[in-house]
């Protein structure tokens, strides 16, 4: 017994679900990019200095900043003294050498400065540097 399949009706590509899939990676790389520029929004007041040099920052480089209230980020994320020192124990263990950046608000306590250093000198990183603001 023969049996007819088809309905006579061409097949159509539908536009709707593409369109859905255009406006969804759309989406997903403006997050995506957005994401890389949380740590430049913090709010610090940097101090300035005469003999401060511009260096851009580089994809290996890990930025530690202090705000005015002695918070701690890490790349631009909170993190508590002990997340902070877990990190820079990962990071000890995967290469000494590698560059932290310190970025401390000119109104943090001075504590939360001398602390991370200490964090740094305790897990062997000698690679730190403070970044100031240049004159204008």
Request: proline residues 6%.
């Amino acid at each position: 017994m023969r049996i007819d399949l088809s309905d006579g009706d061409p097949m159509e590509v539908q536009m709707a679900p593409l369109i859905d899939c255009v406006f969804l990676l759309l989406i997903f790389f403006l997050v995506a990019t957005t994401l890389k520029k949380i740590d430049r929004e913090l709010p610090l007041e940097l101090p300035e200095s005469a003999a401060a040099v511009a260096a851009p920052r580089t994809a290996d480089q890990l930025v530690i900043s202090l705000d005015a209230g002695g918070r701690v980020y890490l790349d631009g994320s909170p993190a508590t003294t002990g997340m902070l020192h877990d990190r820079l124990r990962e990071v000890a263990a995967e290469d000494p050498s590698r560059k932290i950046r310190i970025e401390g608000d000119r109104a943090a306590p001075f504590e939360g400065l001398v602390e991370v250093l200490d964090l740094c000198n305790f897990e062997g990183l000698s690679n730190v540097r403070i970044r100031a603001r240049d004159e204008e």
